[in-house]
């Protein structure tokens, strides 16, 4: 029989058939169309674009987040925001830089004992395995403060920032070489290498230097390593973008510059501009680094020591045969190595062309000893001529390129045009442009600057917004394309504001190489990934005194805090720290005690400490900040800061509730009723495979563990009920009535996970 509600549906469906135009009638996509004015090209780019609900992405984003210092992830095709990632900034969301782990990290960073909160994020680069993006590991460099940061992709949490020792900017980072030996940045502009030491400007061409730093990378540890990291030193040249060589260009760098003409402005004294004065010349210079052989020299003893940091002098990497320079057309931007490793790509801001130049040539140049001059530091020049595979003309403002799956396709970004341009760079053939709203700065294919590109898609990093987005106020927010490159003709397919800081570049990998963590192991530091020291499990919380020391072993778990009461003294430095026993994915809970400045993310295992100093009596209550069950606003608790030498005085009963038997036989009426429902889900669970699902199984842990602390509570109201305690009484069925709604949600959530995920019946 059909029940009322279907036969409704039923009429509805009619209804839509015949287009009867009712009120209550659905929209038909005619409809839809009409009343938003989409065209087919629109629906086109919506349905290559939308993604159904529970449905992923195919590739994942990794954009930087400019000023904001921040990390920005995001789904393509969707455009779908996922996360960002606090690395040079604190972010508040994950506790970081509000917890003490993170504070380490964020210590990294400081610059000569200066605490700096802030970073200028430009280009994020992934871990590579033979030139291919390994899904491990994220750097990102920080241009106004020379540092560079990894961040772990198993968790996509930053675990490093280090400092760079010698410059006071950089732009040229972060970049990894072909297996990750080492992550790049070049220096952008020149200052005096101690760092510490004033020269003026009239000193500039004998003082003031650039470089070129190689940070090793221990892929076991998960770390750049300091001590066994160089740089190059580089003549006063503004150095810029650089990339790795791969394939037959394996072991070589390449970074260019601008401003080689070694202006140091001061129109203050009535000299021309800095910009007039920096593009004056037609060239500047491509830097070509055999770093594999740098890093030989190092280990050899010949690098000189500034600030402890090692550093290989012009003169040496001159005479070792290391360093060599090629001229580039005017203010060159972006350099970029093609996909087989035999083409270096420049692009000149102020130049109508790109330059492809051949590292075949280069090499055959150089091993033939064949130099058009020598630069005023001694370094010997390749000829342009002698360089060059082709140059092609593409538009005004050509920056950065990319590549396709498809050979020999590459797309560049033109700047001043605002388009980005499809070109051959074997032939040098232009093959399509496309308009993008608005000064494309950076953009992107998918893994398009390893040695496998993706093809499918492009994003277009625009600088300027401009109309394209309902009007926020002076300050708009940036604007990402994506743009469908599968066919001959680009499509535009969606534009995405990013209100976050200015990304400059971003890279996207396949999402199927991406396997991150659901859960740590219990205890873990994940700022470490070592056990932390102030690890509990269930039943071991306490808090210590020492002295004026207070040190807190806590565990979260739903919907509870322990301990629920931390007593101090004014004076008393507090240090708590707390363990997610919870292994459900997803059940992260916060920690914030009101006017301390302390806040925490502990995500299912993790362990994280806050400390502070409990500077001022008073009553601070404490609680979860992240909704994680029906009773996480009850997931409380009291920081009691008394003043030196507080004695209770007639201490007074807990408040009393004045329950009666009748509400302690509800109460139980309630539990036996909850118990039936944990009763069939548990049923229906058991009836399948949920043993083949790793999820299912950490829910069901912590459902059986929420089950497990029944009997204690149950005795204790059975206790009180015996001695008519009805207050006791109804107050501990209730607790066992909460440990039942946790499993009880725990349980459903495993049944609808099984059900969703295709669970096979067993018995
Ligand atoms: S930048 S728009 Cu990479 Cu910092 Cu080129
Ligand atoms: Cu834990 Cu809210």
Same mark, same amino acid.
């Given at each position: ?59 994942? +984003? ?7 210092? $921040?990390?920005?992830? #995001?789904?393509?095709? =969707?455009?779908? @925001? %996922? !996360?960002? +990632? ?7 969301? $994950?506790?970081?830089? #509000?917890?003490?782990? =993170?504070?380490? @990290? %964020? !210590? ?656």
């Amino acid at each position: 029989m059909m029940s009322r509600f279907a036969v409704k549906a039923a009429v509805l469906m009619l209804a839509a058939t015949f287009g009867t135009g009712t009120a209550w009638a659905a929209e038909s996509l005619q409809d839809v169309m009409k009343r938003r004015s989409l065209s087919q090209q629109d629906l086109l780019a919506a349905a290559k674009t939308y993604t159904p609900s529970g449905k992923r992405d195919e590739f994942v +984003v990794f954009s930087s987040g400019g000023q904001s210092g $921040q990390l920005i992830v #995001y789904g393509i095709p =969707s455009m779908r @925001i %996922l !996360k960002y +990632v606090g690395v040079f900034t604190p972010e508040p969301w $994950q506790g970081y830089g #509000y917890d003490e782990e =993170s504070k380490d @990290i %964020l !210590k990294g960073g400081w610059i000569d004992g200066k605490e700096i909160t802030w970073g200028d994020a430009h280009h994020p680069a992934i871990s590579e395995t033979n030139g291919q993006y390994d899904g491990q590991f994220l750097f990102i460099n920080d241009k106004a403060n020379p540092r560079v940061a990894v961040v772990d992709l198993r968790d996509f949490e930053t675990k490093q920032i280090v400092a760079n020792p010698i410059y006071k900017s950089e732009h040229g980072g972060a970049f990894v070489t072909a297996n990750t030996e080492y992550v790049f940045e070049a220096a952008q502009y020149p200052a005096p290498l101690e760092r510490k030491k004033f020269y003026p400007l009239e000193e500039f061409n004998e003082k003031y230097r650039g470089g070129m730093t190689y940070w090793k990378f221990d892929r076991k540890a998960g770390r750049l390593v300091p001590a066994q990291s160089f740089s190059v030193e580089l003549p006063p040249y503004s150095q810029d973008i650089s990339d790795a060589g791969k394939g037959p260009s394996d072991g070589w760098s390449f970074t260019n510059s601008f401003c080689s003409e070694r202006y140091v402005g001061g129109i203050e004294q009535g000299r021309p501009p800095f910009e007039a004065g920096c593009s004056a010349k037609d060239t500047d210079y491509l830097h070509v680094i055999n770093w594999r052989k740098a890093a030989e020299l190092v280990a050899q003893g010949k690098a000189q020591k500034i600030n402890g940091h090692n550093v290989l002098s012009i003169e040496t990497a001159v005479k070792e045969g290391i360093l060599f320079l090629v001229p580039e057309p005017k203010s060159p931007h972006g350099v970029d190595v093609t996909p087989d490793g035999k083409y270096i790509i420049v692009s000149g801001k102020l130049d109508t062309h790109v330059s492809v130049y051949s590292f075949e040539k280069i090499q055959a140049a150089i091993k033939a000893g064949k130099f058009e001059s020598k630069d005023p530091y001694g370094i010997p020049v390749v000829g342009m001529r002698d360089a060059l595979h082709n140059q092609v003309q593409l538009g005004l403002g050509p920056l950065h390129t990319q590549y396709d799956s498809k050979q020999c396709v590459a797309y560049t970004s033109l700047y001043v045009d605002s388009q980005v341009a499809k070109w051959n760079y074997c032939d040098g053939k232009v093959l399509d442009k496309i308009a993008v709203h608005y000064n494309i700065g950076h953009l992107m294919t998918m893994e398009g600057d390893s040695a496998g590109p993706k093809g499918r898609y492009l994003v277009a990093l625009n600088k300027l917004s401009i109309d394209r987005f309902n009007p926020v106020g002076p300050l708009h927010p940036q604007n990402h394309q994506l743009i469908d490159i599968s066919n001959d003709k680009m499509q535009l397919i969606y534009d995405m504001p990013l209100p976050l800081g200015e990304p400059h570049y971003a890279v996207a990998i396949e999402a199927s190489k991406l396997k991150p963590g659901v859960r740590y192991k219990v205890g873990t530091d994940s700022r470490t990934d070592k056990d932390h020291p102030g690890r509990a499990r269930a039943g071991e919380e306490r808090t210590e005194r020492k002295g004026n020391k207070v040190t807190v072993f806590g565990t979260l778990i739903r919907s509870h805090i322990t301990p629920e009461i931390i007593e101090a003294e004014v004076g008393d430095e507090v240090t708590i720290n707390l363990t997610n026993l919870e292994r459900a994915e997803d059940e992260t809970h916060g920690f914030a005690i009101s006017a301390y400045n302390v806040h925490a993310s502990i995500e299912p295992g993790k362990t994280i400490s806050v400390k502070f100093k409990a500077d001022k009596e008073g009553v601070y209550p404490y609680y979860c900040t992240e909704f994680c069950s029906a009773l996480h606003l009850e997931m409380q608790g009291y920081l009691l800061v008394k003043p030196k030498g507080w004695k209770a005085v007639a201490k007074k009963d807990a408040v009393k509730s004045n329950y009666t038997e009748a509400d302690y036989r509800a109460t139980l009426k309630r539990i036996v009723d909850t118990q039936a429902v944990i009763d069939s889900v548990v049923a229906y669970i058991t009836s399948t495979n949920f043993k083949d699902f790793p999820d299912v199984v950490s829910m069901v842990e912590d459902a059986t563990d929420q089950l497990g602390k029944i009997p204690d509570a149950k005795a204790k109201h059975e206790a009180a009920a015996g001695k008519k305690d009805w207050d006791n009484a109804n107050l501990w069925a209730e607790q066992v009535y909460q440990y039942q709604v946790k499993a009880a949600d725990i349980g459903l959530r495993a049944k609808t996970y099984l059900d969703q995920h295709g669970a096979k019946k067993v018995k």
